[in-house]
């Protein structure tokens, strides 16, 4: 064989060998834990407008060079205490509503692309402020349509309306509400312990 003949073939070899370890080099693989979001020119939703983004949860996606990249939400759950004091009440009377609230980044697909959009690069203690400001404006806004009585006889109820209040606004920037533990309900006027004293 002549030597021109085997340069040629070994340099085809290397190109091919070099194109595919560049196409394999740009597979992401997702992780359960994690959603992969994919940005730059990555086509268009079902009405043919742009997407901003392409977020995939549990699987794996090519990423064309040059035109996108790439980077990784986690999905680990927030949890945020929220010490709302002085919530006035449908009667005016100021409530102390210490509570416990777990988030985390949705899988929900629209509420997944809302999170790409809202949430992509930023920390989880920047993520925690941001829905803790959601929280407390939601609680507050639930303790003012609300008695004491309500609030604190039939706690279930108040839950409810705390979770559905929450977790309308959580989705905007792409976030599920979990759990919601409201450990005590006090007011400064003493109102509740006397309610307990009448029972």
């Known amino acids: 064989m002549q030597p021109e003949i085997l340069i040629a073939i070994c340099v085809a070899v290397v190109i091919v060998f070099a194109l595919l370890m560049g196409i394999l080099s ?18 268009s939703d079902k009405n043919g407008q742009a997407r901003s983004a392409k977020c995939v949860h549990g699987g794996a996606a090519f990423i064309m060079p040059i035109i996108q990249s790439y980077q990784f939400m986690d999905l680990t759950p927030i949890s945020i205490n929220v010490d709302l004091k002085n919530a006035l009440s449908k ?14 980044i949705s899988t929900e697909p629209g509420i997944m692309q809302n999170a790409a959009e809202r949430l992509l690069g930023l920390r989880m203690n920047e993520i925690q402020e941001l829905a803790k400001d959601i929280i407390f404006g939601q609680l507050r806004l639930v303790v003012a349509t609300m008695e004491i009585e309500e609030i604190n006889n ?19 920037i792409g976030l599920r509400l979990i759990n ?7 007011d400064e006027s003493g109102y509740i312990e006397a309610l307990g004293k009448e029972a």
């Open 91 to 104: 009667q005016n009377i100021r409530v102390d509503v210490p509570s416990r609230f777990t988030v985390g």
């Open 154 to 172: 039939d706690r279930d109820k108040f839950l409810v309306a705390v979770s559905n209040n929450v977790e309308i606004e959580l989705k905007k």
């Open 180 to 186: 919601v533990n409201v450990t005590d309900i006090n």
């Open 26 to 43: 740009r597979y992401r693989k997702c992780p359960s834990d994690k959603i992969l979001v994919i940005y730059g020119k990555v086509g």
